[in-house]
């Protein structure tokens, strides 16, 4: 089983800045791909960012690409999301999310295991 707890969440100025964290814990994740994943109001989940736990690999949308960065610490077993230059479309739900494949994948249903979410709001 793989327990996953976001934090960092939070109301921002639209330009603003924020740093999410995913904290894992559970089975080992050297094989896994880690991802963020998010949703608006009224609309379906969608996929942000995702790295590999192993070799470090990264994937954006393209809705975040050049504002994101993905990390890990391998010694913490946590996953970041940093954004910059948040605008009010980045409000949302913002989740970490497991897939055992390892694969980098934007497919929400390939993500096994979810933490509970955190929200993220940007004013304009």
């Known amino acids: 089983q793989v327990q996953l707890v976001e934090s960092g969440g939070g109301l921002v100025e639209a330009g603003g800045s924020l740093r999410l964290s995913c904290a894992a814990s559970g089975r080992t994740f050297s094989s896994y791909a880690m991802g963020w994943l998010r949703q608006a109001p009224g609309k379906e989940r969608e996929f942000v960012a995702a790295i590999r736990w192993s070799g470090g690999s990264t994937y954006y949308a393209d809705s975040v690409k050049g504002r994101a960065a993905i990390s890990r610490d391998n010694a913490k077993n946590t996953v970041y999301l940093q954004i910059n230059g948040l605008k009010p479309e980045d409000t949302a739900v913002y989740y970490c999310?497991?897939?055992?494949?390892?694969?980098?994948?934007?497919?929400?249903?390939?993500?096994?295991?979810w933490g509970q979410g955190t929200q993220v709001t940007v004013s304009s």
């Open positions: 999310a497991a897939t055992v494949s390892g694969i980098l994948t934007v497919t929400v249903a390939d993500y096994a295991y």
